[in-house]
């Protein structure tokens, strides 16, 4: 089983570079990683690009140690540990403060207390056998955004048992903070693609950065300072036969997947990666009363 975000950084990793002749081609330096476990990429072109690269891998692992459910020392891996997390970093209560807006602005279909339901998913798909509906029931009761209390001091969980997951958001986060690290650092024109892709400035060859949304779409987009991020619900499934999404709706405890593909163009990544994660679950009518400024595409 692959994750949704390795899925998508093949559909954006392969249409990530825009066509550039070969003058433009030789002036790109560039960078190929992981970042939460999806396949990333940073495009500049600046003369002290290996600095500026080094700098801002420093950052991805920086916050890789906050938001990570992979690393055991992470402070997310320690606050679903514990239940609670003391002094948290500014990065965490800024994540969870969007989280929150999100949360409100779709009505509950992103949320990221949700991780105890997808870890029963995976558990007894793994075992051969479909939840039922009384686990369902139970682990409905260890979620909801309602009993996450945050602040600088403090994040906590109102209930036992409750865990977070921040991959439905995190890795446009980290495009948006290592976008403004290398902006600060005097890059204008750079493309950072965490799984979700943000587009400052313009390519090298003058014009904006072109991305392909993707195999279930048609869509061809460019980006100048915009980002831009897609969930697929089948782009990954706990069941080997592909059929049972890994998207699940919050509200009802079962996958909910209304649209087989959507990509949100947003102003920041995280945005943009929050909002396609609750579009995957939201009725047209639901997605046009809540997308904003934003741009949707099914």
């Known amino acids: 089983m692959t994750t949704r975000r390795r899925f998508l950084s093949i559909l954006a990793g392969g249409a990530i570079l825009p066509a550039l002749g070969t003058s433009a081609r030789a002036a790109v330096s560039s960078w190929k990683g992981v970042v939460l476990g999806a396949n990333a990429q940073i495009i500049l072109d600046h003369p002290q690009a290996d600095r500026l690269i080094a700098t801002a891998v420093a950052e991805i692992n920086r916050l890789e140690n906050i ?41 509950g279909a992103f949320d990221p207390s949700i991780q105890p339901l997808w870890e029963l998913y995976a558990e007894q798909v793994s075992a051969g056998k479909n939840p039922t509906q009384a686990q369902i029931t ?30 439905g958001i995190a890795q446009g986060f980290i495009a948006d903070k290592v976008t403004a690290l290398l902006r600060r650092n005097g890059v204008e024109n750079v493309m950072v693609n965490t799984g979700e892709i943000m587009g400052a400035g313009h390519a090298p060859d003058g014009q904006d950065w072109q991305i392909h949304l993707g195999s279930r779409t048609a869509h061809s987009i460019t980006l100048n300072n915009r980002a831009v991020a897609t969930s697929a619900p089948l782009g990954t499934s706990f069941d080997q036969n592909g059929k049972l999404g890994h998207i699940l709706d919050p509200r009802t405890g079962h996958p909910g997947a209304k649209h087989a593909q959507v990509s949100v163009v947003a102003r920041t990544a995280a945005e943009a990666d929050g909002l396609s994660t609750a579009f995957c679950l939201m009725t047209q009518a639901e997605i046009d009363s809540a997308k904003g400024d934003t741009t949707v595409y099914l």
């Open 67 to 107: 938001f990570s459910l992979h690393r055991s020392d992470s402070q997310l891996s320690r606050l679903n540990s514990a239940g609670k997390l003391a002094d948290p970093a500014f990065e965490m209560i800024e994540l969870l403060s969007l989280s929150a807006r999100i949360n409100r602005r779709t009505n």
């Open 138 to 167: 139970d682990r409905l009761t260890r979620t909801g955004w309602q009993h996450i209390r945050f602040g600088t001091d403090e994040i906590r969980f109102a209930r036992a048992g409750m865990a977070l997951t921040l991959n």
